[in-house]
């Protein structure tokens, strides 16, 4: 479980738009390292698309968020009391939860609570200097800060104790900010979060920039009841908590209603409270952890007890930016959503089957957690771990011997999480372990290039041979039929191979495939269109499980017209979960206008909580964009501007926002103002590959193509891994009349995005104008084998 929270990794919500369309944003905006990504359309009743021509300016679609809502199992809304009142009924449970990591989350800066070391200490790192000090029993911190000039700062708050603290500092409005450099409480010794990085003050990621706002990215994990307060009138944060550190009513809810129970011994259901965290059905338990242990959005400001998570929060699928091709733990994504592609997971294993949730202790000492159930028996036999949980296929071995282990009793090998339990170090020195609970295989894991515990222990040569042991040892089960693998189906997908779309399909047509991985494979269907790839996503908009239906919901529009699509989508503007029902909705603005029969009630009470959702996230400058996005759509248009400014406001230095008002003004016949902005943004930031591109693509349409190609050269060059600026530069070279070097380019991003289609097609057509047929007819049977039912092909 982790100790304390990396303010920079912290999942925003669905929050950036659709970015245009495929010819003039990137795939990705990595800012705030959010992992948002622009849907690429494909219109799937079309033909063979025409040749691609550079766009002319336009603004894009709206994005969506949001997650599901459950009734209130309690007569009356409980309120929040004073935890104090807990414990003279629950000594054992706070005799645990005292001097855990959950109370010790997040404390008032007092020398009793400052491990670090403030005696005028300084410390340099990226270029900065930062210097530590105290007044009396106040902690002081003198650091560059928003403007790179040097002031001093009050530290407020403590975050965590172990293995390192970091503090949060005092700066204007309310704000909170997670300062940079860390203690190290077992080394003694002060670090920077990001070695080597050149984080200065003009960095995304510099404590003093929004990404490191606490109010937002940290504090409600590390208190309970918050509030982020933020007034947006005034750019200002007035937030407040119930009580600092992870307590009682965080994971049980309000209390009041308790207090009454235990007072009268009413009726109420589950003696006040509005959960059961002892319910049989595991969700209950497991989303609630996930609400703070998964890599997620926020949907709004705090979260609703008694609701499912994607009520109140939208959590990541398994994008590569986030996991290993097989699923593991890569950026920081706080155990759920690892746990969810597990088997325990799907049978029914909770958090505390393994963890003790008020001292974040494990249950039982070294492998004996795990012997709960993988024990001589077969059978799990520890009191507490039996209810719930699906013992069918447990195979009675005794897996604390060297016939299991394959390693000496006591030696690094032995232990149960030394296999199958992967971890790695997360801010610095945070041991965080994987727990998809994967079994390691050597041969699988060279051949995919994903992390395994074999290859992690034995390097070099001695994993050769480890591998070439591992066969042998595991012979008989090598030899048996298996079924294709989700990760050896997802190396082909995404490395654009042979059989990919079929692997694709048989995947998505497992019925025990786990919810995250099919709204991971869903995420990717828009890549190998097709009848069967309609089909599946379709099938899959009426999944019981709300992640997988909200992914869908995304595959169909990204495969249909927003007329097509319709039909399809309207039934899930009145679905249970507040995340599914926004994005069918968002999906839907341009039909709605003219409106959706019997549906169109439901899309307006979705839509209006796409709003809020908006709205209650005001202090983001995504949330700002997405509002404009969304008014413009609705045709608004008078409140487009002032939002798109505000969105510059909260953050200068999202360039979505500032590209997005370029292309306002320059399309409402302020061309001269939306060129001086962008040429002023453009110097300001020289080596913003988005700005460049955009700057290239203005120069495009005024006919300047000469000044064009250095600046969408350079924003290709930039960031090599994005297909739209690979893209759109081999275009205009295509129309400038330089078609080898278009295909060139086309050939240089085809190697790195095998599966990009828009590539592929154009690559084709200008080796048939260029008379290069052989190396076209390559190209399209290598495109058949990837996936024939294309209607590309047709």
Not at 281 to 303: K, M, N, Q, W, Y
Not at 572 to 579: I, N, R, S, Y
Request: aromatic fraction near 8%.
């Amino acid at each position: 479980m982790p100790k304390h929270k990396n303010k920079a990794v912290e999942a925003n919500p669905d929050l950036s738009p659709n970015l245009m369309n495929r010819y003039v944003f990137p795939a990705t905006i990595g800012v705030l390292l959010l992992a948002v990504a622009a849907i690429g359309w494909f219109l799937f009743a079309s033909n063979t698309p025409a040749p691609p021509k550079l766009p002319a300016a336009s603004t894009p679609p709206v994005q969506p968020v949001a997650q599901p809502a459950k009734p209130a199992l309690v007569a009356a809304p409980a309120t929040m009391v004073d935890e104090q009142q807990c414990q003279g009924c629950h000594s054992e449970q706070v005799k645990d939860w005292q001097g855990s990591h959950h109370q010790l989350a997040m404390q008032p800066a007092t020398p009793e609570t400052m491990l670090g070391d403030f005696n005028n200490v300084t410390f340099n790192a990226n270029g900065e200097a930062t210097v530590f000090s105290r007044k009396g029993d106040e902690f002081w911190v003198k650091t560059p800060g928003i403007h790179g000039k040097n002031a001093d700062f009050k530290v407020a708050y403590t975050f965590g104790i172990a293995p390192l603290q970091q503090y949060l500092l005092e700066v204007s409005e309310g704000r909170l900010q997670a300062l940079g450099v860390a203690w190290d409480t077992e080394k003694h010794r002060w670090f920077h979060l990001y070695p080597g990085q050149g984080v200065n003050f003009k960095n995304p990621l510099h404590w003093s920039k929004p990404s490191q706002n606490a109010n937002f990215m940290c504090v409600e994990c590390h208190t309970t009841g918050y509030q982020r307060n933020f007034d947006a009138a005034k750019n200002t944060f007035a937030s407040q908590w119930n009580s600092l550190g992870v307590g009682c009513q965080a994971c049980h809810g309000p209390a009041s209603n308790h207090l009454a129970w235990t007072a009268q011994k009413t009726e109420l259901m589950h003696a006040g409270f509005a959960v059961d965290l002892k319910d049989k059905d595991a969700t209950v338990e497991i989303e609630t952890c996930a609400r703070c242990h998964s890599r997620r959005a926020p949907l709004g400001d705090g979260f609703t007890v008694g609701k499912r998570l994607m009520d109140d929060y939208l959590p990541s699928a398994l994008t590569r930016e986030l996991y290993a091709l097989d699923g593991k733990i890569k950026d920081e994504v706080f155990e759920h959503g690892s746990f969810a592609q597990s088997k325990m997971f799907d049978k029914g294993v909770r958090c505390s089957n393994c963890h003790n949730p008020h001292s974040n202790q494990l249950k039982a000492p070294g492998n004996a957690v795990c012997l709960q159930c993988h024990n001589t028996a077969g059978q799990a036999s520890v009191e507490g771990a039996t209810e719930g949980v699906d013992g069918k296929g447990l195979q009675a071995k005794n897996y604390d011997s060297v016939e299991h282990t394959r390693h000496t009793m006591g030696q690094p090998g032995s232990q149960c999480i030394d296999c199958h339990m992967l971890g790695k170090f997360y801010m610095g020195n945070d041991w965080r372990h994987d727990h998809s609970f994967s079994i390691p295989n050597p041969e699988r894991a060279a051949r995919l290039g994903t992390p395994d515990a074999c290859l992690t222990c034995h390097q070099g040569k001695a994993g050769d041979k480890v591998t070439e042991q591992f066969k042998l040892w595991n012979t008989a089960n090598a030899s048996a039929m298996q079924a294709p693998r989700y990760d050896e189906s997802l190396w082909l997908i995404r490395n654009g191979q042979p059989g990919a779309a079929q692997a694709l399909y048989e995947q998505l047509q497992r019925s025990n495939l786990p919810a995250i991985q099919r709204a991971t494979l869903l995420a990717e269907l828009p890549l190998y269109p097709s009848e069967q790839a309609l089909k599946l996503a379709t099938q899959d908009l009426r999944n019981p499980a709300p992640q997988v239906r909200e992914s869908a919901v995304r595959a169909i529009s990204a495969f249909l017209p927003p007329a097509e699509r319709a039909s399809l989508l309207t039934p899930l503007l009145a679905d249970p979960v507040k995340a599914v029902r926004i994005v069918a909705a968002r999906d839907l603005l341009s039909v709605a206008r003219n409106g959706l029969g019997s549906a169109q009630a439901d899309w307006n009470a979705a839509i209006a909580e796409y709003e809020d959702v908006q709205k209650s996230l005001a202090e983001r400058a995504e949330a700002n964009l997405n509002l404009a996005m969304l008014y413009q759509g609705s045709g608004r248009v008078a409140e487009v501007e002032p939002l798109l400014r505000t969105a510059l406001q909260r953050d200068p230095d999202f360039y979505p926002a500032l590209v997005t008002l370029v292309q306002w003004l320059e399309a409402n016949g302020r061309g001269p103002q939306a060129q001086a902005l962008l040429e002023q943004s453009v110097k300001d930031h020289p080596n913003a590959a988005l700005l460049l591109h955009t700057q290239g693509l203005a120069l495009i349409r005024a006919g300047n193509t000469e000044h064009a190609m250095p600046l969408l050269s350079k924003a290709a060059k930039l960031e090599p891994q994005s297909a739209q600026y690979g893209y759109v530069l081999a275009v205009a070279l295509h129309d400038s009349g330089k078609v080898d070097e278009a295909c060139e380019e086309l050939e240089r991003l085809l190697k790195v995005q095998p599966a990009n289609r828009n590539a592929r097609l154009s690559l084709i057509q200008y080796y048939l104008e260029n008379g290069k047929e052989p190396k076209a007819q390559v190209l399209l049977q290598g495109w058949k084998k990837m996936n024939m039912g294309d209607p590309a092909l047709k």
